[in-house]
């Protein structure tokens, strides 16, 4: 992708039975690509049905959100297993997605680790490489999301998988690009005019400011601003009209 061109992304399907998470139906209107859990950290067979529906209506790219089964933890929480069982789960979740993809007549574009399983194998070489190989074994024409310039990301593309480079629109950076803690109180970008300046520098520059206020440099294939936040579709509204102010095109990944 160059620097003209970028794909937006958001975590969705995250509701499960009578809890409503995030402000999926609108958000989807302001994207090129959906995470969709798989129903380990959050959503079930309904909410999936739904969201993959919606999706498809709205042309957006589709993709399995794997994570731990951790439903009181949403995903967030350490969970320590070996490779095979690692290699299952990852399996298995893109099953459920690819399931309802295909009752309706569309394909499944991409793989997006969630949470703690996400951040462990953006630092964990085996991890990585674990879910990079069970991704390819189901399909070696999707699309790998990870976090920009980590472990997953240079498996992903050791195995041979199309990768996509994410950055986050809402979240800030250690000075060795991996994601501030949740544990942290300046975890988070609240402000979306700051989220927008900051993605806009990413995606132009190659850029970002680390906490303690030098830059990294980083590669931005693929913005994500988390469904789960308040704010989430107040900053896809205004990563969209900032991006195409900038003279920045929003498209879906592979096209």
Same mark, same amino acid.
Do not use: W
């Given at each position: 992708?160059?620097?003209?061109?970028?794909?937006?992304?958001?975590?969705?399907?995250?509701?499960?039975?009578?809890?409503?998470?995030?402000?999926?139906?609108?958000?989807?209107?302001?994207?090129?690509?959906?995470?969709?859990?798989?129903?380990?950290?959050?959503?079930?067979?309904?909410?999936?049905?739904?969201?993959?529906?919606?999706?498809?209506?709205?042309?957006?790219?589709?993709?399995?959100?794997?994570?731990?089964?951790?439903?009181?933890?949403?995903?967030?929480?350490?969970?320590?297993?070996?490779?095979?069982?690692?290699?299952?789960?990852?399996?298995?979740?893109?099953?459920?997605?690819?399931?309802?993809?295909?009752?309706?007549?569309?394909?499944?574009?991409?793989?997006?680790?969630?949470?703690?399983?996400?951040?462990?194998?953006?630092?964990?070489?085996?991890?990585? %490489?674990?879910?990079?190989?069970?991704?390819?074994?189901?399909?070696?024409?999707?699309?790998?999301?990870?976090?920009?310039?980590?472990?997953?990301?240079?498996?992903?593309?050791?195995?041979?998988?199309?990768?996509?480079?994410?950055?986050?629109?809402?979240?800030?950076?250690?000075?060795?690009?991996?994601?501030?803690?949740?544990?942290?109180?300046?975890?988070?970008?609240?402000?979306?005019?700051?989220?927008? %300046?900051?993605?806009?520098?990413?995606?132009?520059?190659?850029?970002?400011?680390?906490?303690?206020?030098?830059?990294?440099?980083?590669?931005?294939?693929?913005?994500?601003?988390?469904?789960?936040?308040?704010?989430?579709?107040?900053?896809?509204?205004?990563?969209?009209?900032?991006?195409?102010?900038?003279?920045i095109i929003m498209k879906r990944v592979g096209m």
């Open positions: 992708m160059g620097e003209n061109f970028v794909d937006l992304n958001s975590d969705l399907g995250e509701s499960y039975g009578p809890y409503k998470i995030g402000q999926d139906d609108l958000v989807m209107k302001y994207i090129t690509s959906a995470n969709i859990a798989c129903g380990y950290h959050a959503g079930d067979h309904n909410v999936i049905y739904q969201t993959v529906k919606k999706a498809v209506e709205n042309r957006v790219g589709l993709g399995a959100h794997p994570g731990f089964p951790d439903l009181h933890g949403f995903g967030r929480r350490p969970i320590h297993v070996d490779a095979n069982e690692l290699y299952n789960l990852i399996v298995y979740q893109i099953g459920a997605i690819q399931a309802f993809s295909k009752i309706n007549d569309h394909t499944l574009q991409h793989v997006k680790p969630h949470g703690a399983l996400y951040n462990m194998a953006s630092k964990n070489e085996e991890m990585a %490489h674990v879910i990079a190989q069970a991704v390819y074994d189901i399909d070696p024409k999707l699309i790998l999301f990870g976090l920009a310039g980590s472990e997953l990301v240079k498996m992903g593309k050791k195995v041979g998988l199309k990768v996509a480079e994410e950055v986050f629109a809402d979240r800030t950076y250690q000075p060795d690009g991996t994601l501030t803690s949740r544990k942290q109180t300046n975890a988070m970008i609240t402000d979306s005019d700051e989220a927008v %300046h900051r993605v806009i520098r990413m995606v132009k520059d190659g850029k970002v400011e680390a906490v303690d206020g030098t830059d990294i440099r980083i590669t931005a294939d693929t913005i994500c601003v988390h469904g789960d936040s308040q704010k989430s579709l107040e900053f896809v509204i205004k990563l969209q009209e900032g991006l195409k102010n900038n003279g």
